[in-house]
């Protein structure tokens, strides 16, 4: 027989909000059928419209509150709403916190990893303006060159000044170089036709140094006045130290092609972390959350129990921030990383800050393992900071093979971080310590941990 859902597009319903999703979106139940419900908290009893019927779900719309949530913050802008740039923004930040820290502990419970404890998330002072580096599209809106950011489910774009989360300066940046462009009248990207000269701003600002840069992300190969738009931005904004055009004609979600131009000045800035300077490129892994990333880094640097004497592998490694970090502890440091313009960048940082104890290898982490592991590295700490898909499970039998005493792993994605912890369980490990959860991303859902396994 067809399963019948037990709400109907467009109708209303009276529901009381229940529990949180991973995505910081609110869940109502009817006859045990649940319901994502934007913007809503539990505990609070709405009217809400079901705006789609899945199979097994639906999505609906607050239309009234009946009672709200004591966590509640109200927001005034619609266009956070609209947009859901700050998707807990609604969400007090000491709740914040704690919905970071319980879902975090929910995962290990789900996974019967009772044992496993999670300390309460390490916050922020100021939980907003805090990020270093914005991806704004560019779009013709009512016949003009505007940025902002995609409405919920669509790339419709909503004109947007304050980002809230962003560092100010490089609100401000954005709003220069789109008045730039519009004087220069540079055509804005149209998705639907596939015209149009500008796709995205970047802009990526050094927290300490003050150093920016600007990416123009273009479909056209050539910027008309490009000579003229390079210097107005020059004269505008001049803590600029890089201007750079990247092409990607290419009709797609990601972000940067291959081709990249340097308009003027570097192809890097600096920043610094823990005493270190840093040299990032546009594509480069770099934390967003400058603030955060000090005490993370600390945190890392501290849970390995480095005396001087170790060996450490840092894979993941970016442009090399958490291994020249350890370096100064550590005896030896081996890096780790994908991004062949990563690792150059690592290179130089290594150079920058005289550290000679470090090596950095371009490639897959999961195949280096096992060339370290044939040519008989020893090494005492591991420490792994994987994208959100997490390790390959041979990257861990081959980590596990080496039998560092200790890992530390910095996790993006729970989900993940306890899929793998469980793998290395299985391989003689355990979870030594709580996890210590600590918030990268304040009014978003996404969450940063800290875990130590140890040998048995
Ligand atoms: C979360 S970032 C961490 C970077 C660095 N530890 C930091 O804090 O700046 C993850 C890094 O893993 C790299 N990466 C992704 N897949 C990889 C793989 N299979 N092997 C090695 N590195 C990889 C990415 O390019 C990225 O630089």
Known sequence: MKFKAPVT????????????????????????????????????EITMKVTKVAKTYAFGRVQTWKSKSPDRVEIKD??????GITPLQHLAYPAQLEFKQHQIQELFYKAHLDEVEVSPTVGMEKPYGYRNKAQ??????????????????????????????????????????????????????NETNHTGVIKTIMVRRGHFTHEMMIVLITRAKKIPMNFEIVEEIRKQLPEVKSIIQNVNAAQTNVLLGKEEKILWGSNVIHDE????????????????????????????????????????IDAYCGIGTISLAMAKHAK?????????????????????????????????????????????????????????????PEFITA?????????????????TLVRDVQTFMDNGYHVAQPVIPLDQFPQTPHVESVTVLEHK
Request: hydrophobic share 40%.
């Open 9 to 44: 597009k467009n109708e209303t319903y009276d529901v009381t909000i229940m529990d949180l999703t991973y995505q910081g979106m609110g869940v109502a139940k009817i006859d045990n059928f649940p319901i994502f419900v934007a913007n809503s908290l539990p505990g609070e």
């Open 78 to 83: 619609k266009q956070y709403t609209q947009t």
């Open 136 to 189: 704004i599209p560019v779009r013709s809106v009512n016949g003009q060159l505007t940025t902002g950011f995609y409405r919920r489910n669509s790339h419709d774009l909503v004109p947007i000044e304050d980002f809230y989360i962003q560092d100010p300066e490089i609100d401000k940046a954005i709003l220069v170089v789109r008045d730039i462009l519009r004087q220069y009248h540079t055509a804005p990207y």
């Open 273 to 312: 972390l823990l005493g270190l300077r840093f040299a990032i490129s546009a594509d480069s892994f770099y934390q967003v959350n400058p603030v955060q990333t000090d005490k993370l880094y600390d945190l890392a640097i501290q849970k390995a129990g480095l005396t001087g004497k170790e060996t450490v």
């Open 332 to 392: 030896k440091v081996y890096g780790v990383e994908i991004v062949d313009k990563a690792i150059q960048d690592a290179k130089i940082n290594a150079k920058l800050n005289d550290i000679r104890n470090v090596r950095f290898t371009v490639g897959k982490a999961e195949e280096k393992m096992a060339d370290w592991q044939h040519d008989g590295l020893k090494p005492d700490v591991i420490v792994v900071d994987p994208p959100r898909k997490g390790l390959a």
């Open 399 to 415: 980590a596990a093979e080496m039998a560092p005493k200790r890992v530390v792993y910095v996790s993006c994605n729970p989900a």
